[in-house]
């Protein structure tokens, strides 16, 4: 919303990220803990990445949006994850979700 209201944003590009990197395991391993589960990481050999075909790392600069609208973000990795994961133990929210249809 602090985009729209922006007019210094108008023609911008602007990334709207946590201004941090978490990897896919330590995501795991964090909906894990919060969950308090002990589900295995497995792996898919096939759905690995070719060597050179995208970027291993992404970091999100979200400076810019801060300096053109003064927004941060309200929510940390943890605390984000944790509303994620009581929307979905809810089985009302739960019975909307497609589980069975993998989407790309």
Known sequence: MAL???DKTIGETVNI???FEISVGDTLNLIRELMNSDVEFITDEKRFRPE???VF???CDNSKIH???GFEPEYDI???LKATVDWFTRP?????YKANIYNV
Do not use: D, M, Q
């Open 4 to 6: 729209a209201r922006s």
């Open 52 to 54: 050179k075909s995208e």
């Open 67 to 69: 300096v053109l609208t």
């Open 17 to 19: 990220g946590s201004n």
């Open 92 to 96: 009302e929210n739960l019975a909307k």
């Open 78 to 80: 943890r605390s984000g």
């Open 57 to 59: 790392r992404l970091w």
